[in-house]
């Protein structure tokens, strides 16, 4: 196990995969729960016609323009929210009394479930892209914001001397001391943020839109085609998988200062 | 010849969390020549970081002033630089980044500041490490760059807090041996804050020993007339040194067991 990991979850998938598409298949099994061989495959869909669902998406093109546009509504959200996080969180941080002022706002905001705000967000928007921006700009705000408001709260005093000692004023201070210790605190949350605006995306777009991978989920699922859902899960998977390996790459660049989480491990 | 700093009647009150006040340091008056090497010594947790930071302008004492050459100062000190006993650098720069962010800070062009980053780096022995980031540098050698980055911008007053502590006895007797060669080329005004006498003779001109705290006030003032240059470890062995030593270590004792005593009650209590 220790040796090859990759080969057992390989194997592990393949089991899976087999033993669903064993127990959908019509009349291999004899009748238990449902007297109609079909109701099986009808409810829990095939892997063999999933694959193919998504295969045929991609070989016709069909699919290209739903993905762009679920990948330009993930990217917006982040940066806008992002953006905002970092902006509120750095004010907050170093204002006291707005951020006793805000405070209990604040945490009210946060813990208010913000996905039933789509559908008020469909009728300032529209059912363009920027309903979804919007939904996926309040669940990234608050990550960012309360991570670099950490990161502002916990700035080492020690070094924040050190650079007064050595003659930063306080724009310096925000530029070379505070912003640098928030980020390396944004960073420290770009996977769940990244995550967070592609939710806002995909769940806007199955509430109400005309284009992206969540319309094409939500239009199959109008029509009982169970193959086509977990075709477009599966996209989507696939699709957040790619996304979080480049938020890993532009993190172990950018954040190349801080120690690794162990620089030798034990054979 | 004046003084860099002279303390005169610096008194700090603190509001303690649990209520009242905490005085750490009361009613300190001594100063240190221009020139001078001049170290603290004192029990543990007895107010030497506070009186440095008073120095530094970082902390305003609750009564009486502090001068600094003559002036008394009001805001930060500008004319120390302050290597302190915790980290200090900004881990987000190289090591060469750190040593001129004080530059920086001042608007030189970058050019000239990497130039003089980098030939202060050679100085403190670290020429080809410039583009670490200090996790990557051992704990001696994070001491160096800081050492560096308070000593290009060329400040009159150095005050250093217990800046070896953390090392191990080796690396600390090298870097002791270097920041006494770094002083004697151009004679700043140090005041160099150590819990370890043995530290505190071999380098300095004077030595100062505070009472434990709370309300930490000066009990005796001893000049070290060894000769010069030293080296630190050998100096240690002179039948002067071990006098010296004897002497101070003498008038320390009853305070070091004082504080011990109190630091044991405050655990058992």
Sequence with gaps: MRRAPWLWRGLLLVAILAAWQALAQPGLLPPIVWDNPDRAAFFFGEPVKIVRVAWTWFADGSIYGHLWVTLEETVLAFVIGAGLGLGVGLWLGLAPSASALLDPYIIAANAMPRVVLAPIFMVWFGLGIWSKVALGVTLVFFIVFFNVYQGVKEVSPVVLNNALMLGANRRQLLRHVYLPSATSWLFSSLHASVGMAFVGAVVGEYLGSARGVGYLIQQAEGAFDINSVFAGMLVLTAFALVLDAAVARAERRLLRWRPAQSEVEPL | ?269
Aim: aromatic share 8%.
């Design chain 2, 1 to 269: 010849m004046g003084s860099a700093v002279s303390f005169e009647g610096v008194t700090c009150t603190f509001a303690a969390r649990a209520g009242g006040a905490y005085t750490a340091v009361e009613d300190v008056t001594f100063s240190i020549a221009e020139g001078e090497f001049v170290s603290v010594v004192g029990p543990t947790g007895c107010g030497k970081s506070t009186l440095l930071n008073v120095a530094a302008g970082l902390l305003r004492p609750s009564a009486g002033a502090v001068r600094i050459f003559g002036e008394p100062l009001a805001g930060l000190n500008r004319r120390a630089g302050y290597m302190f006993q915790a980290e200090a650098l900004m881990p987000w720069r190289s090591a060469l980044a750190n040593v001129t962010a004080g530059l920086e800070f001042r608007g030189l062009t970058s050019d000239e500041a990497r130039r003089r980053g980098e030939d202060w780096l050679a100085r403190v022995g670290l020429a080809g490490f410039g583009d670490r980031y200090p996790h990557q540098l051992s704990g001696g050698m994070r001491k160096r760059v800081s050492l560096a980055q308070m000593l290009i911008l060329d400040p009159q007053i150095l005050l250093m807090d217990e800046p070896f502590s953390a090392l191990d006895v080796q690396t600390r007797g090298l870097m002791e041996n270097e920041l006494l060669e770094l002083w004697s080329a151009d004679r700043k005004s140090v005041i160099f804050i150590t819990h370890d006498l043995e530290e505190a003779i071999a380098l300095s001109d004077r030595v100062v020993v505070l009472s434990a705290g709370p309300a930490t006030r000066p009990i005796g003032e001893f000049a070290i007339d060894l000769p010069r240059p030293r080296d630190v470890a050998e100096i240690r062995l002179a039948p002067h040194f071990v006098g010296l030593y004897d002497r101070i270590w003498h008038s320390m004792k009853a305070e070091v067991l004082k504080g011990y005593a109190q630091t044991r009650n405050r655990v058992a209590g």
